[in-house]
Nanobody
Framework: QAQLVESGGGLVQAGGSQRLSCAAS????????MAWFRQAPGKEREFVAA????????YYADSVQGRFTISRSNAKNSVYLQMNTLKPEDTALYYC?????????????????WGQGTQVTVSS
């Protein structure tokens, strides 16, 4: 059974950096786009970043553009999120997911195979 496991979260000071990893097992997702979403307490899960199957095209939410970088390794069946210049409003549970739909990269409904999430807390 396919499984996604996120790691790399933790507590970081504002202005700092953190790198999240998402490792897939059970099947390969090298032919699928993948993405990161996040959910803060009391808020809806929101799109953060996505990357196409080859890594040649990336997509970002306006709130993280220029600060976050998504990348992938198909050889390792993994996707990563490098987060720089972190802000307290980046505090959330971060999830990776696989784009199994045929539509936009920005909508949660286009994704499947969600991980359990990794908590990122940015202190001010």
């Amino acid at each position: 059974q396919a499984q996604l496991v996120e790691s790399g979260g933790g507590l970081v000071q504002a202005g700092g950096s953190q790198r999240l990893s998402c490792a897939a097992s059970g099947r390969t997702f090298s032919n699928y786009a993948m993405a990161w979403f996040r959910q803060a307490p009391g808020k809806e899960r929101e799109f953060v970043a996505a990357i196409n199957w080859s890594g040649g095209r990336t997509y970002y939410a306006d709130s993280v553009q220029g600060r976050f970088t998504i990348s992938r390794s198909n050889a390792k069946n993994s996707v990563y999120l490098q987060m720089n210049t972190l802000k307290p409003e980046d505090t959330a549970l971060y999830y990776c997911a696989v784009h199994t739909g045929s539509g936009t990269m920005y909508e949660r409904s286009e994704y499947d195979y969600w991980g359990q999430g990794t908590q990122v807390t940015v202190s001010s």
